[in-house]
C-alpha cells in the first residue's frame, strides 16, 4: 500500500472521528426527520411514505410542509431520495446490531452516515488535488482545510442531502478531470454515476451537471487526449465516453419519474408546493445579499476561509484557467438558483446551507497557494529547519491563510459544540414572522448594521450564558452527565490519528510503498473509528431526550414490538415524542408494522379519515399510542373517531403515556348476526334491551376477536351502568375479557336517550394464544357504584346473556 492511499485512510478515519465525537446524536431540523423517515420506511417495509411523521403536513401554509398526500392519503417526503437510500444499509447494519440486545439508537447511529460521507468527500478532495499536479502534502491541508474549516463540520452532523451532494459533484468533476488526463472511459462511467447522484438529491443540480458535461466537452473539442489517436478513432472513444456519462443520468432520471408516479401518480409530481408560494420566487438581490454577505446567512461569516480563496484564487485560474472557469460557472449558476429560491436561508440552518455542495471545489482552488507553502523547498531539506524557521517561511500569504483557517475552524467548533437552533428561536423576537406572509418564516436578509445578531456571534452568547444548557455535544447533557469514557476514547483517537496523519505528511515525499507491517496497520486502522463509535453510541443511548429506559413511550415499545403481528399497524397521538420510537423501534420489533403518526386534531383533515379507513378495511389490529393525554380527551379526534369505528379491547398506561389495542371489523366480514331481544333489569322493570349481536363464529388462536352489541334504553338510567364481555372456557373460565362504558367512556348510561338504537363495540384477546377449541362468549352489565358490582338480571335470574359459540382454530 503506497503511502498517499494509507494517508487517505487515516484522513478518514481521523474526520470521521471527530465528527462522531461532536455528534449532538439527534435531529436539529425536522427536515431531517422527513428524509431519515424514507430510510426507515425503506429498511423496514419496503415503502418511501413519511406517515410517522404525517403531523407535520398540517403547519402555518402549505409552503412549509415537509412532503405532500399521494393519492392514497399517505405522505410522502418532497427531498432527494438518493440520500436517504443511499443510508439504508448502514441503517440496516445498525438495526442488526440492535437485535442483538445491545441497546444503541438507530437515530444516533444513522446521523453518523454523514460523517463518513463528508470524510470521503475530504479524501476525494485530495485526489483531486494530487490529479491536478499537486503534492499529497497539499491534499492533506485541503483535506483538512475542508473538512474542519468549512461548514461542511456542522452538516457532518445532520441529515440532510448536502453532504452526498458535496462528494458527488466532486466525483463527477474529478471524474472528467482524469477522464481528460487519462482518456480511460471508465472515468466516464464514474462521472456519470456520480452525476446520477447529484440529480438524485437535488434535482436543481442537473443544472450544474450541464456545466461539467460542457467540461468534458471543451476538452474533445479542444482535442485534449493522452493519446495520439486517430480522428476516427478518436471521435468513436468521445462518443462512448458520452454515453458513459449520459447513461446514469437517464437511469436516475427514470428512476426519479417512476418515484414521482410511486408517490403522487404523476410523473412530474415531485412533492413541492408550487402553487403556493414554494419554489424560484425571491428577489434575487435579497437572495445573493443574504447568501453572501448578510450576518445571518453570509458565506463569509459563516466560513472565513473563503476570505482566502478569494485572494487566492488568481493562482488557480492562472495554472488552471478551465477547471476554474467550470467551478465559477458553477458557483454563479448555483448561487443565483437558490437566491432566487422562496426560502433561500434554509429554514433552521447554520449559514447557506444551500452552498455546502460547493465548499470542496472552493478548497480546491486554494492548491496553488497551500502547495506554495507546503513545499517551500522543492530541493528538500526542510527536515532540518526548526519550527520557527519553518513559520518564517510561510511568509505573508501563508500567515493569512493560517489565520483565516483558524477563525474558520473556531466557527465551525462554535456551530458543532453549542446548539445554534437555540439562538434561531431566539432572533424569532428580534426578526417576528409576517404572519400575512408565513412563507417569509425567518428574519430577512439582514443589514450589515445588524451585525451583532449573526448567529456566529449568538453562539458566543449561548456560550456565555450557559454552555452546558445549550450544549450540542452528545457526550455532554444539559442534566449535568458528561460521558467522560466517550470524551477519552476519543481524545485518544484523535491524537493517535492526527500523529498518524502527521507522519504520512512527513514522509509524503518519499512515496515509497508500505511494508507487510504497515499494511496490516491500514486493515486495523478502520478499528479506531468504529471503537469510538461503538463506545459513542452505547453512551449516549441513555439520553433522556430519547425516553428513558423501562420507562414511558420506550416501555410502551417494549411492551408492544412482543406482540406485533403482520396484520396490524400503529397509530400515534404523541408528535413531540416521534424520535423515540424512530431511534427504538426498528431495534425492538423483529415484525415491522407501518406507525402513523398524527396530532390530536388531525382527524378533521379528509387525507386523515382516508387513511384510517383503508387502515380497518386491511389491517386486523390497530395500536394507539398517546403521550400526555388522559384517556377519552376530548380533543382527541383520533381516539373519539375510532371508537365509533373500531373495537377497542384494552388500555395499559405507561406513565404518561398509554397503549391501546383495537381490533378493526376484518373480522366481522364474514361473522354472524344474532337476534336476541332480550332485557335486563335491576328488578322487574326491564331498564336495557339487547337486540343484537355481531361476532365472527371463528377465529385463529392468535387473532383479536371483535364483537358488537345492538341495544336501546328501555328508561332513563342514572347508574353509569359498564359493560363486560367475557370469553369463557370450556370449564367457565374467563379467558378475555372487556370492561367498558357505552362509547369506551365518551359516554355514560345516565346520557344514552331512551328507546334510540345504541351499538357497542368491544374486542377481546388474551394474553397469550388461545387453545384451539369451543369457547362461549357471555355479555352483561352491572353498576360499579353499588358494592359487590351488582349485575343486571335477565327474566329468568341470570346475570349474563350467551352470545354464541366461538371456535378457536390452530
Known sequence: MSNRSFGLLVLVALLWSVYVLTSAGKFHIVDEVSLFAVTESIATRGRVDTNAIAWTQ????????????????????????????????????????????????????????????????????????????????????LGLLFGLGTIAWPYANHFFGEPLSALSLLLTFYSILSYRVTGRLGWMWLAGLGGALAVGTVVAHTTLLLVLGMYWLMGVLTGVSPHNERRTTAFWRSLAAGAGFLVPLLIAATLLLAYNFLRFG?????????????????????????????????????????????????????????????????????????????????????????????????????????????????????????????????????????ALALVSCTVQLLAVSVNYVNYEINLRSVFPTDWEDPLRFGPPAQRLADWRYSPVLGQLQLLRENFRANSNLAWLRADGTTNYLTLFVGSAALVTLGLMLVNSYQSSRLGHASGPSSRLLAWMLPLIPITLMGVWLGQVAVDPHYGPPDEGYRAVLADLCPRLQPTDAIVTIAPFAYQIPMNWMGGLCDQPVPLYGYATNSIEQPETEQVLLRLLQTRERLWMVTGGLPANDPENSIERWLVDVAYEADDRWFGDYRLVRYATPLRLFNGITTRLDISLGSGLTPQVTLIATHTPTTIPSRAILPVEIAYQLEEPITSDLHWFVQLL???????????????????????LPVGTLQVERVALQGENDLTPGVYTLIAGLYDPTVEGGKRLLLPNGKDHIEIGAIEVTP
Do not use: C
Not at 80 to 106: D, E, S
Not at 108 to 131: D, F, H, K, S
Open 729 to 751: 372456557s370450556t370449564d367457565g373460565y374467563a379467558v378475555a375479557l372487556v370492561d367498558t362504558q357505552p362509547a369506551h367512556g365518551y359516554r355514560t348510561f345516565s346520557t
Open 58 to 141: 398540517w403547519v402555518n401554509s402549505p409552503g412549509e410542509v415537509l412532503g405532500a398526500f399521494g393519492p392514497d392519503g399517505e405522505v410522502y417526503s418532497k427531498k432527494g431520495p438518493a440520500p436517504a437510500v443511499l443510508a439504508v444499509p448502514w441503517y440496516l447494519l445498525l438495526r442488526t446490531i440492535a437485535h442483538f440486545n445491545i441497546g444503541i439508537g438507530l437515530v444516533q447511529g444513522t446521523l453518523l452516515w454523514n460523517g463518513l460521507i463528508t470524510a470521503l468527500t475530504a479524501a476525494l478532495l485530495w485526489l483531486t488535488a494530487a490529479r491536478l499536479g499537486y503534492s499529497d502534502r497539499t491534499g492533506i491541508v
Open 266 to 402: 404523476d410523473l412530474f409530481d415531485t412533492g413541492y408546493h408550487f402553487a403556493s408560494g414554494e419554489g424560484f420566487t425571491a428577489a434575487a438581490v435579497d437572495g445573493w445579499w443574504g447568501l453572501l454577505i448578510s450576518p445571518y446567512r453570509g458565506l463569509f461569516w459563516h466560513t472565513p476561509l473563503l476570505l482566502a480563496v478569494l485572494l487566492f484564487s488568481p493562482a488557480f485560474l492562472r495554472r488552471h484557467i478551465t477547471e476554474a472557469t467550470v467551478i465559477l460557472a458553477m458557483s454563479l449558476l448555483l448561487i443565483g438558483l437558490y437566491s432566487r429560491w422562496w426560502m433561500w436561508w434554509g429554514g433552521f440552518a447554520w449559514g447557506p446551507r444551500f452552498l455546502v455542495p460547493l465548499t470542496p471545489l472552493w478548497m480546491l482552488m486554494l492548491a496553488p497557494t497551500v502547495e506554495r507553502i507546503t513545499n517551500p523547498n522543492p530541493l528538500g531539506g526542510e527536515y532540518h529547519l526548526s519550527w520557527s524557521e519553518r513559520i518564517r517561511q510561510l511568509g505573508v500569504s501563508g500567515h493569512l491563510l493560517a
